[in-house]
């Protein structure tokens, strides 16, 4: 069985733009989360996603934003990039009911903004 | 909202040898606890993890214990091995879906 894929593995990108990442989540699983990790901060709750619904947000601003498609892929786009949104972006799929007994993270996007 | 607390930050031990790591939450109504482990370039890795309504959980090497009287639980790693060397993270939640918060990390490294 495959596991949770997300595209790009690295990006880099300037202050002002704004950035999409993918994720492509085990086959049968219904939920999608997204974390940022930094050394700072650690691992921070984003978003997650049940059924293209979101059912829980973190506490980021909103250029943070996501979306999850019918066949349970999810992107995350953040708008305005600052440098401070340099991190490992970490998607994690749970499912079918999206327990999270059963979530599994992928590789992570790296993003560097400059 | 939850806050989690991990200690210590960085574990050294020698291969053989138990490794204990200490979490302590702060919302009463967390009710799920999991433990992650992350290798450099990897994402987190879950290996175990366990409920309110039970105090103790194992699974060969690894087990976890939780009070929720005093609002902590640990992880215990027995006979450790040098691939036991990784990032681990201590995570809570007041539900079953979706928002974990998580603790900063031990970066345990096994000596051989």
């Known amino acids: 069985k495959a596991g949770v894929t997300q595209t790009p593995r690295y990006l880099i990108k300037t202050r002002g733009q704004q950035v999409t990442l993918s994720c492509s989540p085990i086959?049968?699983?219904?939920?999608v989360s997204w974390y940022q990790q930094t050394p700072g901060q650690g691992l921070q709750f984003l978003f997650e996603y049940f059924s293209e619904t979101q059912r829980n947000k973190g506490n980021f601003p909103g250029r943070f934003s996501g979306r999850q498609f019918s066949n349970s892929r999810s992107e995350m786009n953040v708008s305005t990039l600052e440098l401070g949104d340099s991190a490992l972006y970490l998607c994690?799929?749970?499912?079918?009911?999206?327990?999270?007994?059963?979530?599994?993270f992928g590789p992570g996007t790296r993003l560097l903004v400059l | 909202g939850e806050n989690v607390e991990q200690h210590p930050s960085t574990l050294s031990v020698q291969e053989g040898d138990s490794a204990v790591i200490k979490c302590t939450y702060s919302?009463?109504?967390?009710?799920?606890f999991p433990w992650y482990k992350q290798e450099l370039g990897k994402g987190p890795q879950l290996i175990i993890d366990i409920r309110s309504n039970v105090g103790e959980k194992k699974d060969q090497r690894i087990a976890v214990t939780l009070n929720k009287t005093a609002k902590h639980f640990s992880l215990h790693i027995t006979e450790t091995q040098p691939e036991d060397s990784a990032v681990y993270f201590c995570?809570?939640?007041?539900?079953?879906?979706?928002?974990?918060?998580f603790g900063a990390g031990t970066q345990v490294v096994v000596t051989p």
């Open positions: 995570a809570a939640s007041t539900d079953s879906w979706g928002k974990l918060q």
């Open positions: 994690a799929s749970s499912g079918p009911s999206g327990r999270l007994e059963t979530q599994y």
């Open positions: 086959s049968g699983h219904r939920s």
């Open positions: 919302d009463s109504a967390s009710n799920y």
